[in-house]
């Protein structure tokens, strides 16, 4: 199982990336929370992973920091959560964010992650308030460089996090700034349909 992977950073398309490590290209979804905190392309990057193998396909997750990789393991414990959702709960929220919401039992705030319905969300409140706590943590970082088509690949991540086309299209036109590259796209265009 790979667990930790250190190599240069080839490319970042969201929400995939691209690390060169001894010679071989590992491709790996990120949460767009770790996108955010990525040095630039060409740079050398530290990443954890999680190793999935099912029978028809073999994936390669990435994180930056463990309390990331935790909750991104726990949530798919959940009956019902699959790595998509669980990568689109990491993108939506801090884990800080998150535990405060299933501390509270804010079921409400929970159903607006694209993919999580109000039955998920009361079953994630039941079975995960006691494996998340409210810890102190960083706020993710600023983008690193500006992609050639930052609307396009916005649109294509939110896509990636579960929403249907037409309403990843309308997020991005309404979050979409001049100069703003795909990750600040993504971010507002996340804050905004998750009402923060």
């Avoid at 079975?127 to 706590?133: F, G, K, M, S």
């Avoid at 649109?155 to 036109?173: D, F, H, I, M, N």
Wanted: proline share 5%; hydrophobic share 45%.
């Amino acid at each position: 199982m790979i667990g930790r992977l250190r190599g240069i950073l080839v490319s970042k398309r969201p929400p995939w990336v691209l690390v060169e490590a001894g010679g071989v290209g590992y491709e790996m979804e990120v949460p767009m929370s770790t996108l955010y905190d990525l040095p630039g392309v060409g740079r050398e990057v530290v990443l954890l992973t999680h190793y999935a193998h099912r029978e028809d396909t073999v994936a390669l997750y990435g994180f930056l920091h463990e309390d990331e990789r935790t909750l991104f393991r726990n949530l798919q414990k959940v009956s019902g959560i699959g790595a998509r959702i669980a990568l689109a709960v990491l993108s939506g929220v801090s884990t800080n964010e998150f535990a405060r919401l299933v501390q509270a039992g804010d079921v409400a705030a929970l159903t607006r992650i694209p993919g999580i319905g109000k039955k998920t969300a009361e079953r994630i409140v039941i079975e995960l308030r006691d494996r998340v706590a409210v810890t102190p943590g960083a706020l993710p970082g600023a983008p690193a460089n500006l992609p050639r088509d930052p609307r396009g690949e916005a649109e294509a991540a939110l896509q990636q996090l579960g929403y249907k086309s037409t309403e990843a299209a309308r997020l991005v036109a309404a979050a979409a700034a001049d100069g703003d590259d795909a990750e600040a796209i993504i971010r507002k265009a996340l804050k905004a349909a998750l009402g923060r």
